[in-house]
């Protein structure tokens, strides 16, 4: 999900030997993704790019299921003010829109590597926020049973962001 040019989606179908869908809303970017399989003759048939917002994509493809749905680039758009959540005596905000749409990856998918970036010059959350108060949230209210931080660095949010690896079994 927000795959941009698709090089994750490239890396990912490679280095897994899996099948990948690459969404991102941007058609340009779509239109050279799908321009590089066609450029290197690559299998068609297992990565493939589609034009589309993400609430749009999950949908329109409300009875397709994912082994892993990643996100890069993308979760701290939905971190804004509409609904407030506390969690361990600090408050933060989550977009209703951005709940829903992450209970859907969760319903549609057995697990999601999910980029945390909180940036905390721009005032989004706290200045004293963590980010396991969102991965926490993620677990109790979302539905996600387990977790796995892949990589931590909270010194620098925008530099080096934490890919938290989250588990529906």
Not at 61 to 67: A, G, K, L, P, W
């Amino acid at each position: 999900i927000g795959c941009s040019l698709g090089w994750n989606s490239f890396e990912l179908n490679r280095i897994k030997d899996c099948n990948v869908v690459g969404v991102d809303k941007d058609e340009e970017c779509i239109d050279i993704g799908n321009n590089i399989i066609e450029k290197y003759k690559l299998n068609s048939n297992t990565i493939s790019f589609k034009t589309s917002d993400v609430r749009s994509f999950f949908r329109d493809n409300q009875d397709t299921y994912y082994d892993y749905c990643v996100c890069f680039m993308l979760l701290h758009h939905f971190l804004y003010n509409k609904v407030e959540v506390r969690t361990l005596g600090d408050s933060f905000i989550m977009k209703k829109k951005g709940k829903e749409l992450l209970k859907q990856i969760q319903s549609q998918c057995k697990s999601a590597f999910l980029q945390v970036r909180l940036h905390k010059h721009e005032q989004q959350l706290p200045a004293d926020y963590k980010d396991t108060q969102l991965i926490n949230y993620l677990i109790d209210e979302i539905g996600f049973k387990s977790y796995k931080i892949l990589r931590s660095n909270t010194d620098d949010y925008w530099r080096a962001p934490n890919l938290v690896y989250m588990f529906n079994n």
